[in-house]
Each structure stands twice: as structure tokens, then as C-alpha cells.
């Protein structure tokens, strides 16, 4: 009885040594000798023992110091001993509570602490420098590609559209008769005499296609198709279409929207360098102006500008007002006979900004400008343009 009390005796007083130490995974280095093991911390001293191999540093003047890649070392150190540096990666060495009893030593702890913090602040702090930089270089995107297109040639801009205007006379068929483009032109020259621009030269084509949609090309191509002509209440309607897509021109947003498709890096290359490295990485994706949709931003910039060169030529912008509307009840009505689908990159009723929002858009600035102006009225049947637009398909 009594020998099974002393086992359990010795038992507990093992269990309570075990509580008493404290195990970490090191390494140890004695001159140029390496050895792996096992930190024991006691009450009183810290043990290395590799096999046959440690050492023995008391606590007390232990010094204790971080290193290495990003501080993830732990050295240990003893001035009796300094032949042998012990070190660990286990960070939970620093909040042992044996080594935290020696005032000395939870300075030093304090101090590798307060430089795994500080180390953490200067992370943080390029992390977010880096992205403020990044963030400065994409804020800078838009004026860097407005930069570029200026400095591209107009000569070279249009031969850049009529590359793409190639690329869809193969695909669709145009209206060619000299009395409908008389009387197309009854309603272009009254507008397009008063936009001041000395770059591009405006040229309208009517493409023979029953979807309601128009777009424009860089150096000046404009295309309507005959479904928007035909679904148009009055010739101020179409007034309002030509004029928002001439303002895509002289905005020059193709031209921007294809250069700003290369890449920021790529821009700054070019904005620093040579643009004509760039003129030609643009006429080899010439084909992107048919595939990219305008942003929000590009859109509304047309609207505005266009309704500017409305109001400057004398013809009634609420005519863009009311051609929007008619879209947006065809769009609801049928979206997939007399509408270009959403994914046309080219449809004049573009979801950037969405049609309703546009339409809102236009009318505050009809409220803001309280213009009250007399309009032109265009020297046009409009009636039998229409008729003659219906006709010519089969003359």
C-alpha cells in the first residue's frame, strides 16, 4: 500500500516538475559547430541540450535579442558563456513567465516587441504608399491617354476609322443614292457648319439595317442606320443623334477609349517616349473601336457637348430629348426587333449611363439653360426622306 502511494507520489512530483519547465524548439551555435535541439527554461536558467551537447545560461544577465529575416529569430545570449548563441523562431518564448520574473530581461522582451510593431507600421505604411501610388498613377490614366490622342496626327486618326469602316462595309450594306444624301445633308450642314474644329472632317453613311442605332469612328465617319431614320418623329430628332455622335468624334473618345485599353504602364511608356510605337499597336487593334463600349463617362460628355453644338447651331435640342424617349419605349416594348442588344458596343442607347438616367440628364440641362432662342426649321420634307430611305433599299 505504502509503495503504491510512493509511485503516485513520484508520479505528481514529475507532472509538477514538468509544469515547471518550459520546452522551445532551437538551435544552438559554439563556435562553428551547429546543433538542433530543445530550450528548458526553470525558475533560474535557461538549458540547450542537443544529445551530449548544450549549455547552461543562468537568467540572470541573460541577454536576449531579435534578428534575422524580418526579426523572426530569437538569440539568447550570456556574457559567462560567449562562445555558445542560442536561437529560436518560437515567439511564445517571449511571453514565458520565467524570463518575464527578471526586470532585466522583460526590458529587452519590451524592446524586440516594440520593433516587431514598429517593423509592422513601416509594412503597413509602404503597403499603403504602394497603393496611393498605384491609385495617383490610374487617377493620372485619363489625362496621360488625353495627352497621347492629342499628339496623334489627324491624317493618321482617319486612316485609323476608315480602317474600321472597312471592316463593316464587308458586313453591311449602305444606301447609295445622291437625292437621299441631298437630303440627309439638309439636315448635317446647319450642324456640322458650327462645330469649331479644325481636325476632322464629318462624313455620314446611312447602313441599310432595321435596328435602331447610329455610331461614330475616329476622323470623322458617322453611321446611321436606316431603322433609326425611319423610327425618328422629325428632323430634330436626328439633329440629336448626329450631334452626340460628332461629339464622340471631336472628343476624340474611340481614339482614347482604344488607346487607354494598352495598359497604364504602356502609356507611360509612350507618354515619356516616341508615340509612334503606340500609332502602331493602335492600327493593329483598329478592330477594338467595333467590340468597346463608351463608359459613363464618354457618354455623358457626348450628350452634353452635343446638346452645346444644338444650341450653338440654332436646332432644338429637345429633339435628343424626345429621340432618347422614343428609344427607351421601343427598348421596353421590343428589345430584341428594333433595339441593338446590350452587348453592341456600337448602340447609340448605351447602358452606360442607363437610358432613363440619360434622358433626366439632358433635361436638367434644358432647365439650367434657360435659353429661350428661336430654333431653325430644317428645309426638309421629312416625310419623303423617309419614304425615299424606305425606297432606295430596292431601286
Not at 544577465?61 to 534578428?67: D, N, P, V
Not at 555558445?84 to 524586440?112: A, G, M
Not at 495627352?147 to 449602305?174: N, V
Request: proline share 4%.
Amino acid at each position: 500500500m505504502n509503495e503504491k502511494i510512493n509511485e503516485k507520489e513520484e508520479i505528481n512530483l514529475m507532472d509538477d516538475t514538468t509544469d515547471r519547465l518550459h520546452n522551445y524548439r532551437a538551435s544552438a551555435f559554439e563556435n562553428n559547430n551547429r546543433f538542433f535541439g530543445e530550450i528548458v527554461i526553470s525558475q533560474d536558467t535557461l538549458n540547450f541540450q542537443s544529445g551530449d551537447n548544450g549549455v547552461v545560461f543562468p537568467l540572470k544577465e541573460l541577454t536576449i535579442k531579435a534578428g534575422g529575416a524580418n526579426d523572426k529569430m530569437i538569440f539568447l545570449t550570456h556574457a559567462h558563456n560567449p562562445v555558445w548563441t542560442v536561437c529560436t523562431t518560437d515567439h511564445k518564448l517571449l511571453k514565458d513567465s520565467f524570463l518575464n520574473s527578471y526586470p532585466r530581461i522583460t526590458e529587452q522582451i519590451e524592446n524586440i516587441q516594440t520593433g516587431k510593431t514598429q517593423a509592422f507600421m513601416v509594412l503597413v505604411f509602404i503597403l499603403i504608399l504602394c497603393i496611393g501610388s498605384l491609385y495617383g498613377l490610374f487617377a493620372l490614366k485619363e489625362p496621360i491617354v488625353t495627352s497621347l490622342t492629342k499628339r496623334i496626327p489627324p491624317a493618321w486618326e482617319q486612316k485609323l476609322g476608315d480602317a474600321a469602316f472597312l471592316q463593316i462595309k464587308a458586313k453591311k450594306e449602305f444606301i447609295d443614292n445622291a437625292q437621299a444624301d441631298h437630303a440627309l445633308k439638309k439636315i448635317t450642314t446647319p450642324l456640322f457648319s458650327r462645330i469649331p474644329q479644325d481636325r476632322h472632317s464629318f462624313k455620314v453613311h446611312i447602313a441599310i439595317d432595321p435596328k435602331i442605332n447610329a455610331f461614330a469612328l475616329p476622323g470623322g465617319t458617322i453611321v446611321l442606320n436606316t431603322g433609326l431614320i425611319n423610327a425618328a418623329a422629325r428632323p430634330e430628332e436626328i439633329a440629336g443623334v448626329l450631334a452626340h455622335e460628332a461629339a464622340h468624334i471631336t472628343l476624340q473618345h474611340g481614339t482614347r477609349q482604344l488607346i487607354a485599353s494598352l495598359g497604364i504602364f504602356a502609356l507611360i511608356q509612350a507618354f515619356f517616349g516616341d508615340a509612334t510605337g503606340l500609332m502602331a499597336v493602335l492600327a493593329d487593334n483598329s478592330a477594338l473601336l467595333l467590340t468597346r463600349k463608351y463608359s459613363r463617362d464618354y457618354e455623358q460628355e457626348a450628350d452634353k457637348t452635343g446638346w452645346s453644338y444644338l444650341e450653338d447651331a440654332g436646332i432644338d435640342p429637345q429633339g435628343m430629348i424626345d429621340f432618347f424617349k422614343l428609344l427607351l419605349k421601343e427598348q421596353n416594348n421590343k428589345p430584341d426587333k428594333t433595339i441593338s442588344k446590350t452587348g453592341d458596343s456600337l448602340n447609340f442607347l448605351s447602358t452606360h449611363p442607363a437610358a432613363g438616367q440619360r434622358i433626366q440628364y439632358l433635361q436638367n440641362l434644358k432647365d439650367k439653360s434657360g435659353k429661350n432662342q428661336e430654333y431653325i426649321n430644317f428645309d426638309l420634307d421629312f416625310k419623303e426622306f423617309q419614304d425615299l430611305i424606305k425606297r432606295t433599299r430596292f431601286l
